[in-house]
């Protein structure tokens, strides 16, 4: 039973566009996070966002940004899209803050940029 | 930081075989260690996980064992069926890090 909800499923986008990916969970879960995962399927934890408190990966480039109005919806929003951020989203959450708790994860956004 | 290595990329069983996976870890500081599977075309799920405070735990046809010492962790899957195929992930955390650091996945391929 999906608990963790996100939009669109694919989209396609030429390269310099803003893009925008919802994320919603259901499970009244803290903290919620997004995950980027490449064509080689490696997973790389981009986001963690509870209670308000933002967590960024270092690693991950400016024009990534989290947008939260409550905390059952993480949405991401990519401001100028680059061809090496085609890849598959995915938005998870769980009870607990910080990698030491199950974490549910929604069906991806996958991303192609031309 | 924390780097958790998956040893198998590739991994091909018979139906009624047993399967293993092994990942390691290098940060001594880990002590949860989750697994999940991702089905083809499908998102990540969990199926089981164990905390370094013991050092096996079964549930059904799946048991995960950890060896602090050698900072390594396996899933043990028995009586395998044609649906456990899928890319199994390992992953680990230390006590106060923000994040789960996840291997690079096996695909599990379980044959008629």
Same mark, same amino acid.
């Given at each position: 039973e999906t608990a963790v909800f996100q939009t669109p499923n694919y989209h396609v986008t030429q390269v310099g566009n803003e893009v925008s990916f919802n994320c919603k969970q259901t499970l009244g879960h803290d903290t919620m996070y997004w995950y980027?995962?490449?064509?080689?399927?490696?997973l790389k934890i981009m986001f963690s966002y509870n209670n308000k408190q933002l967590i960024v990966n270092e690693t991950v480039p400016r024009r990534f940004s989290p947008q939260s109005s409550d905390k059952a919806h993480l949405n991401l929003r990519i401001k100028s899209v680059e061809?090496?951020?085609?890849?598959v989203y995915l938005c998870a959450s769980s009870w607990d803050w910080g990698g030491q708790d199950t974490q549910y994860f929604g069906p991806g956004t996958r991303l192609l940029v031309l | 930081g924390e780097k958790v290595e998956q040893h198998e990329s590739t991994l091909s069983v +018979? /139906?009624?075989?047993?399967?293993?996976?092994?990942?390691?870890?290098?940060?001594?500081?880990?002590?949860?260690?989750?697994?999940? !599977?991702? /089905?083809?075309? !499908?998102?990540?799920?969990?199926?089981?996980?164990? +905390?370094s405070n013991v050092d096996r735990k079964q549930s059904q046809r799946l048991t995960v064992l950890l060896d602090k010492k050698a900072k390594r962790f396996s899933l043990h899957i028995t009586a395998t069926q044609p649906e456990d195929s899928a890319i199994y992930f390992c992953a680990a955390s230390a006590s106060g890090s923000w994040q789960l650091i996840f291997g690079s996945g096996t695909q599990l391929t379980v044959m008629p």
């Open positions: 980027k995962q490449d064509s080689k399927k490696l061809p090496e951020d085609s890849a | +018979r /139906e009624g075989d047993s399967a293993v996976i092994n990942c390691t870890y290098t940060d001594t500081a880990s002590s949860y260690f989750p697994w999940y !599977k991702q /089905e083809a075309g !499908k998102s990540l799920h969990f199926v089981i996980d164990i +905390r």
